[in-house]
């Protein structure tokens, strides 16, 4: 059954702390996002990857990292950087000629 | 800079009637133009969407149109149901870049 799994569900960080969220897709798609939700924010684009060792700077980005070293992965370092890492994360796929996104089921960040 | 507006952060409708959700974009690029329902605490999943080439697209009780001219999209839901109740992203792209508003909640009440 293929689809996108994100993991944690649920991750606590503490001040000071960098904490990676997973992201893997088990549907062979190129292009991976990472999203952040807040509230009355919609979806906000963070950081994207067109192909495996290669990714761009959303709108976002700062205060996070990316890593595509295998096109099933694509993991994002929340860093001691981002001064407002609580949010809600969504991570998508998305493959051409397939038009919408297949989106994980998030991952709640709070910082403690 | 918010190229994708949703001016409605909330909706209530009766059970059985017509919903009707709103979406304003900016960027006369834009060539596709996608709904998503959201339920709390999981990802937006697919509902309905539309090329630039058209300007309607129905699925079931679900259509979408898009005027072009005024930049203006809208999803009817007809007849609501309160299984329908959530979150509903407006999203448009161009190439892979994909844009999102900031949702509008429905409820529909029995």
């Known amino acids: ?15 000071g702390q960098n904490v990676t969220l997973s992201c893997e897709q088990n ?29 761009q700077k959303g709108d976002i980005a700062e205060g996070y990292s990316v890593s595509r070293e295998k096109k099933e992965s694509f993991p994002l370092t929340v860093t001691s950087a981002q001064k407002n890492p609580t949010a809600f994360y969504l991570c998508a796929s ?15 960040l709070t910082v403690v | 800079d918010q190229q994708v507006k949703q001016n409605s952060p909330s909706l209530s409708v009766q059970e059985g009637r017509i919903s009707i959700l709103n979406c304003d974009y900016t960027n006369s690029m834009f060539d596709y133009f996608l709904w998503y329902k959201k339920y709390p605490a ?11 080439i058209k300007d309607k697209n129905e699925d079931g009780r679900f259509t ?30 161009l190439n892979n870049d994909m844009r999102f508003g900031a949702g509008t909640r429905l409820t529909v009440k029995p």
């Open chain 1, 1 to 15: 059954d293929g689809g996108i799994t994100q993991s944690p569900k649920y991750l606590f960080r503490k001040e």
């Open chain 1, 27 to 55: 549907l062979n798609h190129d292009a991976m996002y990472w999203y952040r939700q807040d509230p009355g924010q919609g979806l906000r684009l963070i950081y994207y990857s067109q192909i495996v060792n290669d990714f």
């Open chain 1, 94 to 108: 998305f493959e051409r000629g397939n038009y919408g996104y297949t989106f994980g089921s998030g991952t709640r």
């Open chain 2, 42 to 52: 999981e990802g937006p999943t697919f509902l309905i969407s539309i090329s630039s």
């Open chain 2, 64 to 93: 979408v149109f898009l005027n072009k001219s005024a930049k203006h999209l809208s999803l009817h839901i007809v007849p609501s149901q309160p299984g329908d109740s959530a979150v509903y992203f407006c999203a448009a792209s």
